[in-house]
């Protein structure tokens, strides 16, 4: 037994080829090491996915942060509905996230800048479990995932130039008004405070303001077509307000001045011409058949005239007393 030992250590043979057993055994375990150790149970799933985000086989797959398994697969699938083409993805799991609630929701996420994704779950809480090999639907991925190339990709030319615009202007319009921001800034604490009540009355729905704002935005949609001439109306207006401001001194404001006495002597001397104001309005009345018929630039004017005058003065001498 003693030789039979020592013979077999002292053979190289042997040992070479048992060194190599081991070095195939271990590059063959770290190979599939992300597929999930030889003879150890593992939970898979199926999970829809809307797109796979540049994802690859072997990403992790993490729990709260925690590296629970790993995807498998990757397969593009058409729905044969609407002909959307989704991903699909096989994910081997841990035995200790079995059954994963039915609720549970399936993101890709970035794990560096460099691309490398992994998918995250954020467990439900359903008291149903997905079974071994059941497919996680298409409605569990939410939210819907931004990439980092699509938040770069908004930054066209026109808005980095819009940008740059208004940092410049911006810059301009704060510099050397220090003094006047330390103002304004110590003046927002009163106009906060005074704020709050009044965002409160109109938060109430007694106040009815989403009412209001429907309707604002109804009156604006009728005024609509007549923009153009309410731009021209603006423009009319100042022509007026610029003819007043030529004869504002001192016409208008010799008229300005004598109104009040106008006003005065009108109090005062109207209440006394009253009593004659019904007489006079039945002699026009009287009256208006004549100059119906007989017009004031006709040649038989002034004698009409005189005749209703003469028969307004028979019967309301009053009036042309």
Known sequence: MRRGSASIAANPVLIGAATTLVVIVAVFLAYNANSGLPFVPTYELKTRVPDAANLVKGND??????RVGAVTDITP??????G????QLTLKLETTVKPLPVDSTVLIRPRSALGLKYVQITKGTSSRGFEDGATVPLRNARPEPVEIDQVIGTFDDKTRAASQSNLTEFGNAFAGRGPDLNRAVEQLNPLLTNLVPVM??????RTQLRRFTTALGRTARIVAPSALTQAELFGNLDTTFRAFANVARPFLQDSISGGPPALDEAIKDFPQQRPSWPTARRCSASCAPACARCGPRRPCWP??????RRRCAARWPSTTA
């Not at 699938?77 to 609407?82: A, F, G, H, L, R």
């Not at 409160?200 to 729905?205: A, F, G, M, R």
């Open 200 to 205: 409160q009355n109109l938060s109430d729905p």
């Open 77 to 82: 699938v058409t729905d044969k509905k609407t």
């Open 61 to 66: 797959v993490r729990i709260g942060g925690t």
């Open 84 to 87: 959307a083409v989704s991903a």
């Open 303 to 308: 004698t009409r005239w005189r005749s209703a």
